[in-house]
T-cell receptor, first 113, second 114 residues
């Protein structure tokens, strides 16, 4: 069964600190993996996308990594800001003819002053 | 104005009532989707449409129906709402498709069924 699991479920960090969020997936065959940011009361917004051949992608203070062999991805946030408080959702798309994008449940990040 | 607009943003209704959630987009995308989000779960696909004449069931379509009135409009209906349909509903668009393309979400419609 295709699944996407994220850890931790929630995380509290102090402003200015770094953190890393994890995503493990069992989706096969694999097409691409995206990380989305969802602010409270808003829809998710894409941060990064990686295909099978890519192992790192940066977007400002956000850096995503992908290990296709172990089926793991991580999202590293550097020098966190209060505005980073949000849910971060890992989304994996299988390489199929239909539409089977699979969403993780997300990691809820709280950044405190 | 938002590229993907959902109405209403919040709705409280009673069991058995018919509810319609509307979605309109200005992104010019052909593909539109309705998702449901529940606490602790990933977004789940209800229905999707790849063009005006195309409607496809997602993984949790029971109890829901949709209408694609135009390229820019995609509405979700609950014919007889029940309490376990209480959730946050999102409309999304993409072009050419989510297997490669980015999903663009609306702001969400929070539905409470009493």
């Amino acid at each position: 069964k295709n699944q996407v699991e994220q850890s931790p479920q929630s995380l509290i960090i102090l402003e200015g600190k770094n953190c890393t969020l994890q995503c493990n997936y069992t989706v096969s065959p694999f097409s691409n993996l995206r990380w989305y940011k969802q602010d409270t009361g808003r829809g998710p917004v894409s941060l990064t996308i990686m295909t099978f051949s890519e192992n790192t992608k940066s977007n400002g203070r956000y850096t995503a990594t992908l290990d296709a062999d172990t089926k793991q991805s991580s999202l590293h946030i550097t020098a966190s800001q209060l505005s980073d408080s949000a849910s971060y959702i890992c989304v994996v798309s299988p390489h199929t003819g239909g539409f089977k994008t699979i969403f993780g449940a997300g990691t809820r990040l709280f950044v405190k002053a | 104005d938002a590229d993907v607009t959902q109405t209403p943003r919040n709705r409280i209704t009673k069991t058995g009532k018919r509810i319609m959630l509307e979605c309109s987009q200005t992104k010019g995308h052909d593909r539109m989707y309705w998702y449901r989000q529940d606490p602790g779960l990933g977004l789940r696909l209800i229905y999707y449409s790849f063009d005006v004449k195309d409607i496809n069931k997602g993984e949790i379509s029971d109890g829901y129906s949709v209408s694609r009135q135009a390229q820019a409009k995609f509405s979700l209906s609950l014919e007889s709402a029940i309490p376990n349909q209480t959730a946050l509903y999102f409309c999304a668009t993409s072009d050419p498709g989510p297997n490669t393309g980015e999903l663009f979400f609306g702001e969400g419609s929070r539905l409470t069924v009493l």
